[in-house]
Nanobody, 120 residues
């Protein structure tokens, strides 16, 4: 079992920065993947960025060049630095942890979500 707690959401002007953090606790797997997803009202939850235990990353096309995902394995924490924010980035952002052992619910864990609102 893995527990995830996000922090850092809030209100920001378009073009500004905001950073999110997610602290994980529980049982871990060496090949785990952590990441951020977001869900805007009326839309499906979508991938923002993911990062493996080894530091390999992948980003949604819509955030490439603006967002940076990183992790501190010693602290079991993943971060998302968001720059040049746009109103369309407004969403609830969720931290995700996958054990790397499968795509089923037993290997996928989610945080409670944190609201990010970007004003125009």
């Amino acid at each position: 079992q893995v527990q995830l707690v996000e922090s850092g959401g809030g209100l920001v002007q378009a073009g500004g920065p905001l950073s999110l953090s997610c602290a994980a606790s529980g049982s871990f797997y060496s090949d785990n993947v952590m990441g951020w997803y977001r869900q805007a009202p009326g839309k499906q939850r979508e991938l923002v960025a993911i990062i493996t235990s080894g530091g390999n990353t992948n980003y949604a096309d819509s955030v490439k060049g603006r967002f940076t995902i990183s992790r501190d394995n010693a602290k079991n924490t993943v971060y998302l630095q968001m720059n040049s924010l746009k109103p369309e980035d407004t969403a609830v952002y969720y931290c995700n942890y996958n054990t790397g052992r499968g795509f089923n619910a037993e290997n996928d864990f989610w945080g409670q979500g944190t609201q990010v609102t970007v004003s125009s």
